[in-house]
């Protein structure tokens, strides 16, 4: 006997909407957990990147200090070795000057070239060729020049003339530092 229309159907719990929903909430709580898990990992990655990066920071700011007082460094050797070619220029003509001044008569053995004083050795044929060829000249130059001469078997003299000046003659390094 059937009193519906309808067969009987079985009852269930849940019915298929049901189902529907609760399969779309577990699936947001699962993409929700996903992503919040996702973001702690990407949050720890930035953190450990950003520490790694202070410490490239840290390191290459080193880095250019090292190559800053190395410039410095450079640069004043640069200035130094600048000066030390003009200097070397100077000396160069004084030498050249000095070298112009001998006459052909005179013979040099020995230059030597100090701070305040220039020492000269060498032969001479007379003392009155030394004394008005040479030694007015460094008088001249020097201020004070003294000389002794020693006489040769063949005739000539062996000569040695110190001439001293107030100033410097050659610059002294000390100065430059």
């Given at each position: 006997?059937?009193?519906s229309?309808?067969?009987?159907?079985?009852?269930?719990?849940?019915?298929?909407?049901v189902?529907?929903?609760?399969?779309y909430?577990?699936?947001?709580v699962?993409?929700?957990?996903a992503?919040?898990?996702?973001?702690?990992?990407?949050?720890?990655?930035?953190?450990?990147?950003?520490?790694?990066?202070?410490?490239?920071?840290?390191?290459?700011?080193?880095?250019?200090?090292?190559?800053q007082?190395n410039?410095?460094?450079l640069?004043?050797?640069?200035?130094?070795?600048?000066?030390?070619?003009?200097?070397?220029m100077?000396?160069?003509?004084?030498?050249?000057?000095?070298?112009?001044l001998?006459?052909?008569?005179?013979?040099?053995?020995?230059?030597?070239?100090?701070?305040?004083?220039?020492?000269?050795?060498?032969?001479?044929?007379?003392?009155?060729?030394?004394?008005?060829?040479?030694?007015?000249?460094?008088?001249?130059?020097?201020?004070?020049?003294?000389v002794?001469?020693?006489m040769?078997?063949?005739?000539?003299y062996?000569?040695?003339?110190?001439?001293?000046?107030?100033?410097?003659?050659?610059?002294?390094?000390?100065?430059v530092?």
């Open positions: 006997m059937k009193y229309f309808t067969a009987v159907q079985p009852k269930r719990i849940f019915s298929k909407i189902k529907i929903w609760w399969f909430i577990f699936l947001s699962f993409l929700i957990g992503f919040s898990i996702n973001l702690k990992i990407q949050t720890e990655q930035s953190t450990k990147n950003s520490k790694d990066m202070v410490q490239k920071q840290d390191f290459y700011y080193q880095q250019i200090q090292k190559v007082s410039q410095k460094r640069e004043y050797e640069l200035l130094v070795i600048k000066d030390d070619i003009t200097d070397n100077l000396v160069k003509d004084a030498i050249d000057n000095l070298l112009n001998i006459p052909d008569q005179i013979t040099i053995s020995l230059i030597e070239i100090k701070d305040q004083s220039l020492v000269i050795k060498g032969n001479t044929p007379s003392k009155e060729v030394f004394r008005y060829l040479l030694q007015d000249p460094l008088k001249a130059i020097f201020g004070e020049s003294k002794s001469f020693f040769l078997s063949n005739g000539g062996e000569f040695v003339s110190e001439s001293h000046t107030e100033q410097s003659f050659i610059r002294n390094i000390q100065e530092e």
